[in-house]
């Protein structure tokens, strides 16, 4: 049973002065691993006070210096790769194949902006000969979720110190061993001392603070919409500068032309992809009326080789929900859909057999579904797919912008350039063409309300840093 009650601030490991205790739980069986004692304002208000010393001299460093710290912390990330993968599948739940696949990401975060910042310019002139110096924005603030806590705290990390901020950690209080892990590689880097700071808390409390708190100069959140509504309401009053990577409820448009065989599984077990809880799972399948039957056909024969249990088999491919209350909310939806009227091609309620004990939730497939229909609409964030036809390809584009989210979509065709037009009237922020891809140098963000600004590469880098013109 492990105890974590310790904050990281100003390099060193200190005992929290909150006391409220947090039960940590593996999702798999529900039985308690151990406990988080939080963090609290005066916690908060220290690593706040510790980031701001140090960004005074920070702040002044040398690429060059920046992208040895950046190597250092890649290096120490990757020297425990394997603790920071089991520990994710024990905490999370999160199955092998994604733990594994997140922790690379972490790891490969420092590199990609390592490059990034070999070619990134701090000082341009522009117009008649003026001076623009990209400069720090300051003290960053970066609250991540659990659903890939230690990624993000990486890849915001990384930005923020080849901008030549420091920054203040609040993670997700359900990812509190896998924070504390992460904290000891930082130590290991031998960061200078206030360069990132880590508080473990709830967010009414560490979050409210650091949203809060005048000597923040920026906000780089990653969650559910609603709370960024509420972080971007609290900030205004500072004038903060934020970054929202908010909720997703993308598109995935099969034009006629599609091999159905090949698309329809790589469909399925995308829209399951972190056992459904990701911002970017394409949950809404758009399918041709006249390929409907085919469809409904090729998904439930290629639900059947989904493997939902124990996360920490390499063959499992969608493991618990995180908590009793996102399996409860999840529940909820696959009962809506049933209400709704939606057609239940597989899975449905309850639990799958002999996996009683966790968070379990079967791979669950709705057709006939329409997209004004709650599960069409609403982030539901668990293994849910909902199969919806179109007549023609205006109807595609038009379900497949009429949602209020626009963080990803996906489009497969035969025909490339056609894909490409379709892909010019689809409001998302990322969009892949015949299959999965990811480019960490490439803007990453939301349109409407999935988000503000961008991250990752040079777009990433700028969110981070303020213009300053100097006219001679």
């Known amino acids: 049973m492990k105890r974590i009650d310790q904050a990281y601030i100003n390099g060193q490991f200190i005992t929290t002065h909150g006391t409220e205790i ?4 593996n999702p798999t069986n529900n039985q308690k691993i151990g406990t988080l004692i939080l963090g609290d304002a005066k916690d908060t208000q220290l690593a706040i006070a510790a980031a701001k010393k140090a960004f005074k001299t920070f702040s002044a460093t040398s690429v060059t210096e920046r992208i040895a710290i950046l190597e250092r ?27 594994t696949m997140s922790v690379e990401n972490a790891i490969s975060a420092f590199d990609d902006m390592i490059a990034t910042l070999k070619d990134f310019k701090f000082q341009r002139k522009v117009g008649n000969n003026t001076l623009v110096e990209m400069t720090p924005v300051g003290v960053v603030g970066i609250i991540t979720p659990w659903n890939s806590s230690n990624s993000f705290i990486c890849s915001k990390l990384a930005a923020a110190i080849a901008a030549g901020c420091t920054v203040v950690v609040k993670p997700s209080e359900m990812s509190g061993m896998q924070t504390a892990l992460l904290a000891e590689c930082f130590h290991e880097a031998n960061l200078p001392e206030g360069l990132c700071n880590i508080v473990n808390g709830l967010g009414n409390v560490v979050g409210t603070e650091i949203v809060t708190h005048p000597d923040i100069a920026k906000i780089s959140f990653t969650g559910s919409t609603l709370t960024g509504k509420r972080i971007a309401q609290m900030a205004a009053d500072t004038v903060k500068r934020v970054t929202l990577e908010l909720g997703g409820k993308s598109p995935n448009i099969l034009l006629e032309d599609t091999n159905f065989e090949v698309a329809i599984p790589q469909a399925i077990f995308g829209a399951y992809m972190n056992s459904g809880q990701a911002c970017i799972a394409p949950t809404r399948l758009l399918v041709p009326k006249a390929k409907l039957e085919i469809v409904n056909q090729l998904a439930k024969r290629a639900v059947e080789s989904v493997v939902v249990g124990n996360p920490a088999d ?10 009793i209350k996102q399996y409860e909310r999840v529940q909820h939806y696959i009962n809506l859909g049933l209400e709704e009227g939606a057609t239940l091609l597989a899975g ?13 939730v079967k791979a669950t497939i709705f057709t006939n579904v329409r997209n004004d229909m709650r599960i069409a609409q609403e982030e539901i964030f668990g293994p849910v797919l909902s199969i919806i036809p179109f007549e023609n390809e205006d109807e595609a584009v038009s379900i497949a912008n009429d949602t209020t989210y626009g963080l990803a979509a996906y489009i497969t065709s035969a025909d490339e350039n056609r894909a490409l037009q379709v892909a010019s009237r689809i409001d998302a922020g990322r969009i892949c063409i015949n299959g999965f891809k990811h480019d960490p140098l490439a803007p990453f963000g939301g349109f409407k309300q999935s988000g ?9 880098l700028e969110a981070y840093l303020e213009p300053k013109t100097i006219l001679v």
């Open 22 to 25: 947090f039960e940590l739980v």
């Open 73 to 99: 912390l890649k290096n120490a990330v990757n020297k425990r790769r394997q603790e920071l993968i089991d520990v994710m599948v024990l905490e999370y739940g999160g199955t092998k194949q994604f733990c």
């Open 314 to 323: 390499e063959k499992t491919n969608v493991g618990p929900m995180v908590s």
């Open 348 to 360: 449905g309620s309850g639990k799958p057999e002999g996996l009683e004990d966790g968070n379990f």
């Open 452 to 460: 503000i600004g961008r991250e990752f590469g040079t777009f990433g």
